[in-house]
T-cell receptor, first 113, second 118 residues
Framework: AQSVAQPEDQVNVAEGNPLTVKCTYS??????LFWYVQYPNRGLQFLLK??????LVKGSYGFEAEFNKSQTSFHLKKPSALVSDSALYFC???????????FGAGTRLAVHP | GAVVSQHPSWVICKSGTSVKIECRSL??????MFWYRQFPKQSLMLMAT?????????EQGVEKDKFLINHASLTLSTLTVTSAHPEDSSFYIC??????????????FGPGTRLTVL
């Protein structure tokens, strides 16, 4: 079955430090992977995606993610965290013949001043 | 481009009443829209896939008679929660696919609707 795992419920980072939010996936065929961010009582905002090509994908707000096929991972990273990055982050994969988005459970990122 | 709106952004209703939520694609025509619900501190769960001009496809466990979906035009899908009960209180989010985008399978999300049933 297609699935996405975000092993950490919460990640705590000091402002200015690098951050990593982990995501692993399980799909048949080539994965289409996404990262979204959600602020309180808001919908999802697109951060970045991997479809094909370079394994390192750069996205919005200074975020990037690295696709690792051998480890079936797509971790989200940022070199220097901001307090305003504090939010809920979702990893997702297109499934069902690329018709459905399967979401991970979400990881809450807390960046402390 | 690829902006999706939802209306209302929040709604409070009494138990037993019906509530309609609208999802609109503002600058593109969406042949396919999706409805998700999200409980507090949980992930998004797909409820149904809505195709313009045809019946929606519901995920397993979602009651189609309770959650009525209508996709009558290429820019509008509606979700009606019929005979709402407190357990239906949730955050409902829609998304839409733009067939003319670089990746036609990518979904663009609305801002969500917070439903509270008293």
């Amino acid at each position: 079955a297609q699935s996405v795992a975000q092993p950490e419920d919460q990640v705590n980072v000091a402002e200015g430090n690098p951050l990593t939010v982990k995501c692993t996936y399980s799909v048949s065929g080539n994965p289409y992977l996404f990262w979204y961010v959600q602020y309180p009582n808001r919908g999802l905002q697109f951060l970045l995606k991997y479809i094909t090509g370079d394994n390192l994908v750069k996205g919005s707000y200074g975020f990037e993610a690295e696709f690792n096929k051998s480890q079936t991972s797509f971790h989200l990273k940022k070199p220097s965290a901001l307090v305003s990055d504090s939010a809920l982050y979702f990893c997702a994969v297109l499934s069902g013949g690329y018709n459905k988005l399967i979401f991970g459970a979400g990881t809450r990122l807390a960046v402390h001043p | 481009g690829a902006v999706v709106s939802q209306h209302p952004s929040w709604v409070i209703c009494k138990s037993g009443t019906s509530v309609k939520i609208e999802c609109r694609s503002l600058d593109f025509q969406a042949t396919t829209m999706f409805w998700y619900r999200q409980f507090p501190k949980q992930s998004l769960m797909l409820m149904a896939t809505s195709n313009e001009g045809s019946k929606a496809t519901y995920e397993q466990g979602v009651e189609k008679d309770k959650f009525l979906i209508n996709h009558a035009s290429l820019t509008l899908s509606t979700l009606t929660v019929t005979s709402a009960h407190p357990e239906d209180s949730s955050f409902y989010i829609c998304s839409a696919r733009d067939p003319m985008s670089g990746n036609p399978n990518e979904q663009f999300f609305g801002p969500g609707t917070r439903l509270t049933v008293l």
